[in-house]
């Protein structure tokens, strides 16, 4: 898709979307309710886009294949959105935006009900890349037509509203999506994140008024971080931080059963704590990147590579496995805010832009690293993962602490 669909064409005017849109802007509690709209479609996207990881063993012995090859299915969507990002962001110029929002939903529902029902692992693959698709659309749109739905003194608050949707998704989806699959099996679990997304088109439909956007944005804008050298070092941090975390993190239920030894039912209660230490993080980590964002940079890579290299040295048993999933889950609590507050600083004026590239930056480092892990654990098991794994997160550290120092920062408020 090089652009976003409009309504698609039909004999009764009254079943176009355009059809549901108020006149005006939506005051109010419909201008909220319109936000969180946004915010739980973000957050659909991308647990849709994690949840195959807490699935893992269970998708690969459904549709017989190994669980190298199972990684695909973050690998797959992560190239597709590192493009789609970019592409979708210039190729959509002036067109309103609450039409691209509702295309996006609209897609990420084909996409679990296709994944639902894929009778083998190369339809699984064409429901990934139309997932794709969605997360490179929802990371660079959301923000902004959210931000558009409310009064200037609250753009802020709208914000962080999405912001919390993407960083509640990143944690909360690995687990959700064991615990729906330990109940009625992975396939059901592709088929609630499908209703969710249904719930939410059916908002957007009501409640998103005309969205246009101030301005087209031009190929030339998206080159405007590139010229920022705080932006160049976050984005070169990303690529190592988020491809050494993913090779990792693809395999995270392996892990748990095969070196820590626990049983189903363990691991499902672990990958929930993941979840829930992780949640608590996002909201630590918007009290420290206020702060500094560097700082809490920094600390989130150390906490990181400390639970990866642990986890090949801590034993068996469910104290040590509990150890490593705490600390590796307050550690990526506190990622995404780190990384978007660092864009912050590094383009205020050209947000967008960072947006689009820092989308980017984080998909292709998602889809490396989980290519690089499933190399790896195919050919030299899940502790070898954990230990190249840790190494690219320690080159993530060097880089903030030797290169971070280099560039002016500023307080910003993120959450």
Same mark, same amino acid.
């Given at each position: 898709?090089?652009?976003?669909?409009?309504?698609?064409?039909?004999?009764?005017?009254?079943?176009?979307?355009?059809?549901?849109?108020?006149?005006?802007?939506?005051?109010?509690?419909?201008?909220?309710?319109?936000?969180?709209?946004?915010?739980?479609?973000?957050?659909a996207?991308?647990?849709?886009?994690?949840?195959?990881?807490?699935?893992?063993?269970?998708?690969?012995?459904?549709?017989?294949?190994?669980?190298?090859?199972?990684?695909?299915?973050?690998?797959?969507p992560?190239?597709?959105?590192?493009?789609a990002?970019?592409?979708?962001?210039?190729?959509?110029g002036?067109l309103?935006?609450?039409?691209?929002?509702?295309?996006?939903?609209?897609?990420?529902?084909? %996409?679990?009900?296709?994944?639902?029902?894929?009778?083998?692992?190369?339809?699984?693959?064409?429901?990934?890349?139309?997932?794709?698709?969605?997360?490179?659309?929802?990371?660079?749109?959301?923000?902004?037509?959210?931000?558009?739905?409310?009064?200037?003194?609250?753009?802020?608050?709208?914000? %962080?509203?999405?912001l919390?949707?993407?960083?509640?998704?990143?944690?909360?989806?690995?687990?959700?999506?064991?615990?729906?699959?330990?109940?009625?099996?992975?396939?059901?679990?592709?088929?609630?994140?499908?209703?969710?997304?249904?719930?939410?088109?059916?908002?957007?439909?009501?409640?998103?008024?005309?969205?246009?956007?101030?301005?087209?944005?031009?190929?030339?804008?998206?080159?405007?971080?590139?010229?920022?050298?705080?932006?160049?070092?976050?984005?070169?941090?990303?690529?190592?931080?988020?491809?050494?975390?993913?090779?990792?993190?693809?395999?995270?239920?392996?892990?748990?059963?095969?070196?820590?030894?626990?049983?189903? %039912?363990?691991v499902?209660?672990?990958?929930?704590?993941?979840?829930?230490?992780?949640?608590?993080?996002?909201?630590?980590?918007? %009290?420290?990147?206020?702060?500094s964002?560097?700082?809490?940079?920094?600390?989130?890579?150390?906490?990181?590579?400390?639970?990866?290299?642990?986890?090949?040295?801590?034993?068996?048993?469910?104290?040590?496995?509990?150890?490593?999933?705490?600390?590796?889950?307050?550690?990526?609590?506190?990622?995404?805010?780190?990384?978007?507050?660092?864009?912050?600083?590094?383009?205020?004026?050209?947000?967008?832009?960072?947006?689009?590239?820092?989308?980017?930056?984080?998909?292709?480092?998602?889809?490396?690293g989980?290519l690089?892990?499933?190399?790896?654990?195919?050919?030299?098991?899940?502790?070898?993962?954990?230990?190249?794994?840790?190494?690219?997160?320690?080159a993530?550290?060097?880089?903030?602490?030797a290169?971070?120092?280099?560039?002016?920062?500023?307080?910003?408020?993120?959450?």
């Open positions: 898709m090089t652009h976003a669909p409009s309504a698609h064409p039909c004999a009764d005017p009254c079943l176009s979307p355009d059809a549901f849109a108020p006149p005006a802007a939506a005051p109010g509690r419909a201008a909220w309710l319109a936000v969180g709209s946004i915010a739980v479609g973000t957050f996207t991308v647990s849709t886009e994690f949840m195959p990881i807490g699935l893992l063993t269970d998708i690969a012995a459904g549709l017989d294949v190994s669980a190298g090859t199972a990684g695909l299915m973050i690998t797959v992560g190239v597709l959105a590192a493009f990002g970019p592409t979708l962001i210039v190729a959509s002036k309103d935006r609450r039409t691209v929002l509702i295309a996006l939903s609209v897609l990420l529902i084909a %996409s679990n009900v296709l994944a639902a029902f894929a009778p083998n692992f190369g339809t699984m693959l064409v429901a990934r890349l139309l997932l794709g698709l969605c997360v490179g659309g929802f990371w660079t749109f959301a923000p902004a037509a959210a931000t558009q739905l409310v009064p200037a003194a609250s753009k802020a608050r709208a914000m %962080s509203l999405v919390a949707g993407v960083s509640a998704a990143t944690v909360l989806g690995v687990p959700a999506g064991a615990y729906l699959g330990a109940l009625a099996g992975w396939r059901a679990a592709f088929a609630v994140t499908g209703a969710l997304a249904t719930a939410v088109l059916l908002v957007q439909l009501w409640l998103l008024p005309a969205l246009p956007p101030a301005r087209a944005i031009r190929p030339r804008d998206l080159l405007t971080p590139l010229t920022r050298r705080m932006a160049q070092v976050g984005l070169l941090a990303v690529l190592f931080f988020i491809a050494g975390h993913f090779a990792a993190y693809t395999y995270l239920k392996p892990l748990l059963q095969q070196v820590f030894g626990l049983p189903p %039912s363990a499902a209660t672990l990958l929930l704590v993941y979840g829930a230490v992780g949640f608590v993080g996002t909201f630590v980590g918007g %009290s420290l990147v206020a702060r964002v560097r700082g809490t940079t920094l600390l989130a890579a150390l906490m990181l590579a400390a639970a990866l290299l642990l986890s090949t040295v801590a034993g068996t048993g469910m104290v040590a496995g509990t150890a490593v999933v705490v600390v590796w889950g307050l550690a990526f609590g506190l990622i995404p805010v780190a990384l978007t507050g660092w864009m912050m600083e590094a383009v205020p004026d050209a947000p967008e832009a960072g947006q689009a590239l820092l989308v980017s930056g984080f998909q292709v480092a998602i889809a490396l989980s690089v892990g499933g190399v790896v654990v195919d050919g030299y098991g899940i502790s070898r993962t954990m230990l190249v794994s840790g190494a690219l997160v320690l993530a550290a060097a880089i903030v602490f290169y971070g120092r280099m560039v002016a920062t500023r307080r910003v408020p993120v959450a």
